[in-house]
């Protein structure tokens, strides 16, 4: 028969026999294939008395080796993930972060269908589909272990950072997988598209800015409304001194821009400013940043009620 003309053969199967079962054929006429075990299959006989479930991972992974030595498919890798058994479910973004990782450029992947109503099919149907979708992160985000509002905060992500997505939303968060783990951050700061990091790299200047918005500013502030207009000349509006909140003491500025790449440059901008231009605080997309907080990254606002008091449409900063 003729040879596949790719690299590899990558079978990722659910259990011990799925492997034959899905590409036993396409297996023998390809000279290097790896497998990828997702299960042990130590459930296939959860009532029986005979033997337990330990016995037949044992006997399982035999019996592949067995059917593997019998269709003369040799050399052959296996990769063992050792996710539980009629639990596939539960962990689709592990399997499709070890899936990823075993993946070469030029690799043939073949896996069983995602008709087939079997939970770990399912899920392994749905990992493989997954271990090569990637966005970019547009800001840095805060890593949490789950979902829910009791989860534990484990780290940050930086802006411009490529990652596996899983695809599961709940709530105001989205599952990504970080080193090989699941990891939820906060929803609308993935991308298709790398973020352009515009300004990010200009130092300040307090050369004269063309808009308005200087009037009744602090000196402090106004050396952030002159850096930032010199690093973002797009910007052409600006919220300076007003009767009302932080604009009263003449120390906030808000910096006017819907675009959610340009906002997240400008708020990294006075991020990595943050000791010179002297910042009390950074909000932006009902998230806030502050420098005595930095070790937290940014946090999560609750709703104000609208887009512009949770700050959608602008970059707002305030300094001491």
Sequence with gaps: MRQLDVRRLVVVAPHPDDEVLVAGALMRRHGDVVVVAVTDGEASHARSRAITPDELRVRRAAEREEALRRLEVAPCAIVRLGAPDQGGGEHVAEIAAAVASVLRRGDLVVTVSSADPHPDHLATAKAVRRADTKLWTTAPLNLWTASGGDADMVGEIESSRQ?????RQAGER???????KSRWVTDGYLSEDKPVELGVGAGLSMAPCPHSGESGLTSAAVLVFRSVCHAFPQITTYGGWSNHGEHASGRAID??????ALGTAIAEF???HASELHLYDVLWRQHIWTPVRAGEGW???SSRGSTTANHYDHVHVSVY
């Design 299 to 301: 946090r999560y606002m």
């Design 163 to 167: 990652v596996l997505v899983t695809g």
């Design 174 to 180: 989205v599952e990504i997988v970080v080193e090989g």
């Design 255 to 260: 910096i006017m821009t819907s675009d959610v």
């Design 270 to 272: 006075l991020r990595s």
